[in-house]
């Protein structure tokens, strides 16, 4: 599932990041790689808000899609 799929308060872990390089080190710059348990804070509509290790990260729509997760 992707990660703009989730609900608020629904908290998942990251399986796989499907972008090249670039958006893979933009993304572990910003504490969110594989493996990583995050919770969704808001998501299905505009930009993306999860929180990472007490941290809020907003992505656009696009990058979100092209997080897998899996649910917790």
């Known amino acids: 599932m992707q990660l703009t799929d989730l609900f608020p308060n629904e908290r ?13 080190q933009h993304l572990a ?18 930009p993306v808000v999860v929180r990472i290790n007490d941290e809020t990260l907003v992505l656009g729509r696009g990058m979100a899609q092209k997080i897998q997760v899996q649910k917790v």
Do not use: D, H, K, Y
């Open 12 to 24: 998942a872990r990251v399986v796989a990041i499907e972008g090249g390089q670039c958006l893979c």
């Open 29 to 46: 710059l910003r504490g969110l790689a594989v493996g990583c348990p995050l919770t969704a804070l808001s998501g299905r509509f505009g």
